[in-house]
């Protein structure tokens, strides 16, 4: 939907539903997701049926996370799609985590921003999956990172098993 990221031209829904069916024919058994917002997937004027999933990315200058995370999950559930969110741990934090971040200007998460934000993304059903990404050793060999991720992956254990797969 952003003509920004594809030469001055939005890609339609009818083109991204055809990119699902063809991913959908060469990979039978794998999750169709979109890297997209879904408000923008539930206004399609017709049900999807191919893709899976919308994938949303958190960065704290988005504003309040809890809040954040239900307009998306209402979204996806109103499309028929999962969530998969998504945090930038090296670039999404706010200045209150006192860690630069690895790009100039930004923050990396704190571990308590990362637990904090990370327990609200798990709570909606509609969530299918939880990824951090911008892997760095450093960040994640952090004591503090360490027994975030560890309270996240346990509260993702106990999280309602919500499939990425909707559709067969």
Aim: aromatic residues 10%.
């Amino acid at each position: 939907q952003d003509p920004a990221s594809w030469g001055g031209r939005p890609i339609s829904y009818e083109t991204l539903e055809e990119m699902a069916r063809y991913s959908r024919q060469l990979w039978p058994g794998l999750p169709t997701i979109v890297k997209a917002p879904p408000s923008w997937l539930a206004a399609k004027p017709t049900p999807w049926q191919y893709l899976d999933a919308s994938s949303v990315v958190y960065y704290g200058s988005t504003g309040d996370a809890g809040a954040w995370v239900g307009r998306q999950a209402r979204a996806a559930g109103n499309a028929g799609l999962g969530l998969l969110v998504g945090i930038n741990v090296l670039n999404g934090g706010t200045s209150g985590s006192g860690l630069p971040g690895a790009t100039p200007g930004t923050f990396a998460v704190s571990a308590s921003q990362l637990e904090s934000w990370g327990s609200l993304f798990l709570a909606p059903s509609q969530v299918c999956g939880l990824v951090m990404f911008r892997y760095d050793s450093a960040y994640f060999a952090r004591r503090d990172v360490k027994g975030a991720v560890a309270t996240l992956a346990e509260q993702a254990r106990t999280h309602v098993n919500t499939s990425c797969r909707l559709r067969s």
